[in-house]
């Protein structure tokens, strides 16, 4: 069984940036899968953010975070990023990657094999 594990939460001011990295905690090759962000703000629904598949860089990103959010795979370290520049109070969630769903150009599947535990982002003045 796969195990992911986040990095690079934290709380950052409107129009600031974080990047958080994904990887497996016991060894498992992300390096020919796909990769899921999701987000989870309290009393709303979880959300597909960006996906990527790694076996041809194919990538999808919610419209909310289009062009603001950059999804990347480092093959050599094993760790998929998302770069989240410009955000906002609205981008204020839970983000937990997942692997092994549906990751299309215009589709980001609800369904994934493992998920890791999550890392808070919070978007404040």
């Known amino acids: 069984q796969v195990q992911l594990v986040e990095s690079g939460g934290g709380a950052v001011q409107p129009g600031g940036s974080l990047r958080l990295s994904c990887t497996s905690s016991n060894g498992f090759d992300l390096r020919y899968t796909a990769i899921g962000w999701f987000r989870q703000a309290p009393g709303k629904e979880r959300e597909g953010v960006s996906c990527?598949?790694?076996?041809?860089?194919?990538?999808y990103y919610v419209e909310a975070v289009k062009g603001r959010f950059t999804i990347s795979s480092d093959k050599v370290r094993d760790v998929i990023y998302l770069q989240m520049d410009t955000l906002k109070p609205e981008d204020t969630a839970t983000y937990t990657c997942?692997?092994?769903?549906?990751?299309?150009?215009?589709?980001?599947?609800?369904?994934?094999?493992?998920w890791g535990e999550g890392t808070q982002i919070t978007v404040s003045s």
């Open positions: 997942a692997i092994g769903g549906v990751c299309g150009s215009d589709v980001m599947g609800p369904r994934w094999d493992a």
């Open positions: 990527i598949r790694n076996h041809d860089g194919l990538t």
